[in-house]
């Protein structure tokens, strides 16, 4: 068994009350969702999927670690961000810290979007992650499914990037705002010259 596959409970553990341990942060892409978004990628994923987009995101190990507070603030700092997506890794693994980050942004008019490896139906069972449903209950759009290499959609305008991925919108004011292309690349370039590449099937590199 690898060090990831331990139970994800027990790595989460180190993570501060308050606090996420994410991988990556980026403000206005178009590429992950409807609109433009500050981007939240999540460390910790136990899948190991064949073709995994983002493999350093699989490790439960501390990344960088920022309050709830402090990014809810960086997310609204921006003024043209109009909406949020959290990705991973696995978000759902850190969902009662999101849950929160989520409530503070709607306040403020954002929506709320985020990917997850599970099936919706997974997270609306007992074996969902803690507070799996409160963080649902705050989102607009919730793309569920990990990605499968065979059932690849190679489709400039699909949403998803496997067929068995499934765009729950549960706000209809964004069901006329589905268009963004899950095929094009984003290249972000910030200010202390890393580079975050992110767009394609939802890659961040
Ligand atoms: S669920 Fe997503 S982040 Fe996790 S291993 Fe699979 S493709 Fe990678």
Redesign the pocket.
């Given at each position: 068994m690898s060090k990831n596959k331990i139970n994800p409970y027990l790595q989460l553990l180190e993570i501060p009350p308050g606090h996420l341990n994410t991988m990556g942060y980026v403000d206005e892409s178009e590429v992950n969702g409807p609109g433009s978004r500050a981007v939240v990628w999540l460390q910790g994923?136990q899948?190991?999927?064949e073709q995994?987009?983002?493999p350093d995101?699989?490790s439960f190990e501390i990344n960088q670690l920022i309050s709830v507070d402090r990014l809810s603030e960086k997310i609204l700092s921006n003024p043209n961000n109009t909406g949020v997506t959290f990705s991973?890794?696995?978000p759902f693994w850190q969902a009662p810290a999101l849950t929160e980050v989520a409530k503070k942004v709607k306040v403020a008019g954002l929506n709320v979007m985020s990917f997850t490896?599970f099936t919706l139906e997974r997270l609306q069972s007992e074996y969902a992650p803690a507070s799996s449903q409160e963080l649902i209950a705050q989102l607009d759009i919730l793309i569920d499914g990990?990605?499968v290499p065979a059932l690849a959609v190679n489709d400039p305008n699909s949403l998803v990037s496997s067929s068995n991925q499934k765009v729950h919108v549960f706000n209809s004011k964004l069901e006329d705002k589905l268009d963004w292309a899950s095929d094009q690349i984003e290249i972000h370039i910030l200010k202390d010259g890393n580079r975050i590449i992110t767009g394609f099937r939802g890659s961040l590199d």
């Open positions: 994923c899948r190991e999927c995994c987009f983002n995101s699989w991973g890794g696995e490896g990990a990605f």
